[in-house]
């Protein structure tokens, strides 16, 4: 399938590619199918591209990029919630604040995108952990 977008130009999808967000995503509730793309200009970053508003593209990266000692635990309702059976089939992902200057490009280590890579069905979590915050400096080094 195709998706006119916004700001990504044209992008091919199938339906296997379309990840659920049950409850949304904070700030854009009502929206529940998003994909994955990988971002045409740096590989460092991903666009999770609603499919329902073809505005909206999320950029997002990897908190190991930032953060290599990044960790959380989610707990057995959320596991469940999620139908994780195995790490795995887990992929975490994080929002960026993109800007201008490299060193002002922020990642929000208080939010990781949790996706179920086989059942793709994903929600944002928001972590008790105070030592991750909303805007940490991507291209800092460790927390």
């Given at each position: 399938?195709?998706?006119k977008?916004?700001?990504?130009?044209?992008?091919?999808?199938e339906?296997?590619?379309?990840?659920?967000?049950?409850?949304?995503?904070?700030?854009?509730?009502?929206?529940?199918?998003?994909?994955?793309?990988?971002?045409?200009?740096?590989?460092?970053f991903?666009?999770?591209?609603?499919?329902?508003?073809?505005d909206?593209?999320?950029?997002?990266?990897?908190?190991?990029?930032?953060?290599?000692?990044y960790?959380?635990?989610?707990?057995?309702d959320?596991?469940s919630?999620l139908?994780?059976?195995?790490?795995?089939?887990?992929?975490?992902?994080?929002?960026?604040?993109?800007?201008?200057?490299?060193?002002?490009?922020?990642?929000?280590?208080?939010?990781?995108?949790?996706?179920?890579?086989?059942?793709?069905?994903?929600?944002?979590?928001?972590?008790?952990?105070?030592?991750?915050p909303?805007?940490?400096?991507?291209?800092k080094?460790?927390?």
């Open positions: 399938m195709e998706l977008t916004k700001y990504h130009g044209v992008l091919n999808y339906e296997k590619d379309v990840i659920i967000f049950k409850k949304g995503i904070p700030g854009f509730d009502k929206l529940e199918k998003f994909i994955l793309v990988p971002a045409e200009e740096n590989s460092l991903g666009i999770l591209q609603s499919i329902e508003d073809t909206i593209g999320i950029v997002v990266a990897s908190p190991f990029n930032a953060c290599k000692n960790e959380f635990d989610i707990d057995d959320k596991m919630e139908n994780i059976k195995d790490n795995k089939d887990v992929l975490v992902v994080n929002t960026v604040t993109l800007n201008s200057k490299l060193e002002n490009i922020t990642i929000n280590l208080k939010a990781p995108i949790v996706i179920n890579t086989n059942d793709k069905i994903g929600e944002q979590l928001i972590l008790d952990n105070v030592d991750y909303i805007k940490y400096p991507l291209f080094g460790e927390v």
